[in-house]
């Protein structure tokens, strides 16, 4: 079944990865950069002052869509976490810039790590690895490497949704910008580089050795990773 032309289509289309990660971590690099630059200032418009963060939430948000539907162009296809990602970028988002209050942007990524979690959790009790399902061409295991790289994945994004909160409640506006870009980020890079005793021991050969984390992890993202989730998730 390896000539079906969806295949075909994907590897036709395939980007190169400079071009992949310009688009899926360009918004979080721009976002951040953006929120550096501007945190300080107030900007009256229409009558109404909003503050820096605001603004570069504003700006991001097309910029968001624009990159992801131009993924989209590019390959052929998104997965669903990057369609969750954006379209929890555009919601929490729009309700951050039209009700001017940053607090619906700090909650986005909660919303898209519980999002996940949640999903790989009713995959587990329906005893399937959604997680397989989105990643097998990355990374081929057997299938009782997928429930435990799942369970444990599951309990990590609710994990992530829970340090989120803890942050942006607790601390300042900066801190919580540098814990998405950074923290999020790393802590989900760090979570793949720790399970590689599930790996090596449920791995199975491929013919291109190719292994890897799905970039949209990061911007769960946003960031949301991703994620990110991935947005910065």
């Not at 209050?101 to 587990?124: C, H, N, Q």
């Not at 607790?170 to 923290?183: C, D, I, L, Q, R």
């Not at 960031?223 to 998730?233: D, I």
């Amino acid at each position: 079944g390896d000539g079906m032309g969806g295949v075909k289509m994907s590897e036709a289309k395939k980007l190169k990865p400079g071009v992949k990660l310009a688009l899926e971590l360009g918004p979080i690099a721009l976002f951040f950069l953006g929120y550096v630059k501007l945190k300080d200032q107030v900007f009256s418009i229409g009558g109404t002052e909003y503050d820096g963060f605001i603004v570069v939430t504003a700006l991001f948000i097309p910029l968001m869509v624009l990159t992801t539907g131009s993924l989209w162009g590019l390959t052929g296809k998104l997965s669903k976490m990057q369609i969750a990602t954006v379209v929890l970028v555009v919601l929490f988002g729009g309700l951050s810039v039209w009700l001017n209050d940053e607090r619906f942007f700090k909650m986005k990524p909660t919303m898209i790590y519980v999002l996940f979690g949640a999903v790989l959790g009713f995959g587990l009790l329906r005893g399937q690895s959604y997680l397989r399902v989105v990643m097998e061409e990355a990374l081929p295991l057997q299938a009782e490497g997928w429930m435990i790289l799942t369970r444990r994945l599951c309990a990590f994004f609710f994990g992530l949704a829970v340090a989120n909160e803890v942050v942006w409640r607790t601390m300042s506006t900066e801190a919580w910008v540098n814990f998405k870009t950074f923290g999020l980020t790393a802590a989900l890079f760090l979570f793949f580089m720790t399970q590689g005793g599930v790996l090596s021991r449920y791995g199975v050969e491929d013919e291109k050795g190719s292994e890897g984390i799905p970039p949209c992890f990061c911007q769960g993202t946003t960031v949301g990773s991703p994620p990110g989730p991935n947005g910065p998730g």
